[in-house]
């Protein structure tokens, strides 16, 4: 008799957003867990997604019905850890506009790959700076998206709250829509380096709940582990978001 090779941990995020799925995709999920992942988690298949640098990371994908696992394996002591289950069900195709300093670049290329994930199923759209058309002027092509799209998330530093562009232009666009009501935009963000606490600009935005557990430790502060698992949630937290 065959045994699973892995024993299965639960997060409690992973606890949660399994008992959010319907009630008939459980046992389903249930089956990809212990019979399909507890046997083997990480030999390359379609199904597999990786979702981190240091490939310990993977996003299953079952097709049909649509499911999706994230999880973090570790191999040399057989465990799995599960992050969170969605069974994605999208119907309108939105944007959400990316508002960083370019000296944050860095932080933005580590969480692409994991957005790209969402961007995959046709359902969700990140744009940035980085898709603005070349030779057509700039501006107009940021204030496009920013009164189109569905929200913003927003990579929060010393230099992005220092940015005259960003303050001025890019947060008013977007927080003026939220308060008003306008096409019902949503505001996601993250503390990327640690900023001033007693900063006018942080506590407006503090007022908008952050993606991570602890809006005022920044992810420069998590050890490598930790900010791989901090990322992949945001990815996950922004696509639950936006399900229907």
Not at 98 to 122: A, K, N, V
Request: proline share 7%.
């Amino acid at each position: 008799m065959d045994f699973p090779e892995y024993s299965i941990k639960y997060s409690k995020q992973a606890t949660q957003t399994k008992a959010d799925l319907p009630p008939e995709l459980l046992a389903i999920a249930d089956e990809i867990v212990n019979n399909n992942l507890a046997y083997d988690p990480v030999s390359p298949r379609e199904e597999l997604v990786p979702a981190s640098r240091d490939g310990k990371t993977f996003i299953y994908k079952h097709r049909k019905p649509h499911i999706e696992i994230t999880y973090e394996v570790d191999v040399p002591n057989k465990v799995i850890f599960l992050f969170h289950f969605v069974a994605p069900t999208f119907s309108v195709k939105k944007s959400l506009f990316i508002s960083y300093s370019h000296q944050d670049g860095e932080w933005l290329r580590q969480l692409r790959p994991l957005l790209s994930t969402l961007e995959q199923d046709g359902a969700i759209e990140f744009w940035d700076d980085g898709k603005i058309v070349k030779g057509e002027q700039w501006r107009p092509q940021i204030e496009k998206v920013l009164s189109g799209c569905a929200g913003g998330v927003l990579l929060v530093s010393p230099d992005f709250l220092g940015s005259p562009f960003i303050t001025d232009v890019e947060l008013p666009a977007l927080l003026s829509n939220v308060v008003k009501g306008a096409g019902k935009k949503k505001i996601f963000w993250v503390h990327l380096r640690r900023c001033d606490e007693n900063s006018e600009k942080l506590k407006g935005i503090m007022e908008y709940q952050s993606l991570l557990d602890n809006p005022l430790r920044p992810l420069s502060d998590y050890n490598d582990a930790d900010k791989v698992k901090a990322l992949s949630k945001i990815a996950g937290d922004i696509r639950a978001a936006f399900m229907h």
